[in-house]
């Protein structure tokens, strides 16, 4: 299985961004597709992002025009930038990969969106 560490989470302001990174290990990382998912309190996990290893990209409604989700293939990395944060979008975000069916998942990075 890939290995997958998250970075890059913390408290800020409504309005506010921040850029979460997920570093994979092996050399398997251009060949799979990635997402960002996210869990608040009391909720069920949620996608929040996907891209494909061609580069194809899909969001949930509730973060479209506001959340971008890339990659650096040669980094073995996935990027998720958050702009207009909301206090809806504290929740821990967790780094999935799926690599021909084969799932991981890092242990997350907690955001908090508060004043």
């Known amino acids: ?3 997958l560490v998250e970075s890059g989470g913390g408290l800020v302001q409504p309005g506010g961004s921040l850029r979460l ?8 990382f251009s060949r799979n597709h990635m997402a960002w998912y996210r869990q608040a309190p009391g909720k069920e996990r949620e996608l929040v992002a996907y891209i494909r290893n061609s580069g194809g990209t899909k969001y949930a409604d509730s973060v479209k025009g506001r959340f971008t989700i890339s990659r ?3 980094k073995n990395t996935m990027y998720l930038q ?18 021909f069916g084969v ?5 997350g990075t907690l955001v908090t969106v508060s004043s």
């Open 1 to 3: 299985q890939v290995q």
């Open 21 to 28: 990174s997920c570093v994979a290990s092996g050399s398997s």
């Open 72 to 74: 650096d293939n040669a």
């Open 82 to 99: 958050m702009n207009s944060l909301k206090p809806e979008d504290t929740a821990v975000y967790y780094c999935n990969s799926n690599y």
């Open 103 to 107: 799932l991981s998942w890092g242990k």
